[in-house]
Every structure is written in structure tokens, then in C-alpha cells.
């Protein structure tokens, strides 16, 4: 399958997008974004994701709300990155999620999977952003929802 590319090809780490760290910055790669979207990838492994030890041992399968969050950190990777939120550059971006909606959970996600998430930007407004995600794992879609994020500065 291929993904779109939005106007802006960044390749950044996720690390310089955010402010989230591991264990829990799952974004490993921006890929692209625009005022429209965005495109980001993650790859999970038990080395990176400790989750994995006690979410169905022997039968490990990445938990939703991880899948949700992984989404929401590519949308706002996107929006960090091309300078949405920066109306003083000495303020750090602040993306905090509000809502989850319709979420749906197609196909397991399993160690070892890399999965690309598309960001569609539904609706921006000063303080608020509405973002459909999809994310998918070897060209199927393996999960989507809508999310709500309170957009702001530090």
C-alpha cells in the first residue's frame, strides 16, 4: 500500500518533535505533513516496549490505548512540526489528548510490527484539534479513531 506524502517531507525522529521520552514516545519517525495530515511510523519491539511482558504473555499483542496514543503522537508530531503551535518560539507546543472516538481495533499488533499512521487534520482551531487516525501494520489497517486534542503553549 502506498501512504501519502503531505507537502512537507521531514524524516525527523519523533525525539525532536515531542516532548514525550521512552518508555513512552512512540513515534519513531515523521514522515511527512501539511495543514491537511500527516504520516508517522512506529515500531514496536519487547526491547522498546516493556508492555509487552504482562499484555498477554506468550501471546503478546500491543493494548489499544497504546495503539490510540501512538496515533495521537504522530498528529501531533505533525502539528509541532510545521510550526502550528508556535506563535513564540521560546514556548514549548503543548498537544494534550481530550477525546477518543469511535475507536476500532481491526487486527492485532504484535512485536516486531511497524505501524504507519495516516493523519487526516479534521478541523484546527486556536485551541482545539479534531484528527481522524488511521494506523496500519504491513498495508491493512489494523486500527482507527477520532481524537480530540486541547492545543496551547507551555
Known amino acids: 500500500m502506498e501512504f501519502p506524502v503531505f507537502k512537507n517531507v521531514y524524516n525527523k525522529p519523533g525525539v525532536e518533535l515531542l516532548p514525550h521520552r521512552p518508555p513512552f514516545l512512540f ?3 515523521l514522515l511527512s505533513a ?3 495530515g500527516a ?3 512506529y515500531t514496536y519491539t519487547e526491547e522498546k516496549n516493556d508492555f509487552f511482558k504482562g499484555h498477554f504473555p506468550g501471546n503478546p499483542i500491543v ?5 490510540v496514543e501512538s496515533m495521537a503522537q504522530v498528529a501531533g508530531a505533525g502539528i509541532v512540526a510545521r510550526g502550528a503551535l508556535a506563535a513564540d518560539p521560546d514556548k514549548e507546543p503543548v498537544f ?3 477525546a477518543v472516538e469511535n ?3 481491526r487486527s492485532p499488533v504484535r512485536p516486531g510490527d511497524k505501524m504507519t499512521t495516516v493523519v487526516e487534520n479534521v478541523k484546527i482551531r486556536s485551541k482545539l484539534g479534531v484528527f481522524g487516525l488511521k494506523g496500519y501494520v504491513n498495508g491493512q489497517l489494523a486500527c482507527d479513531c477520532t481524537v480530540k486534542c486541547m492545543l496551547g503553549e507551555k
Do not use: I, S, Y
Request: no cysteine; hydrophobic share 50%; aromatic share 4%.
Open 27 to 29: 513515534v519513531d519517525t
Open 96 to 98: 494534550v489528548l481530550a
Open 39 to 41: 504520516v508517522g511510523e
Open 34 to 36: 501539511d495543514e491537511t
Open 103 to 105: 475507536a476500532r481495533f
Open 63 to 67: 493494548p489499544g490505548v497504546v495503539l
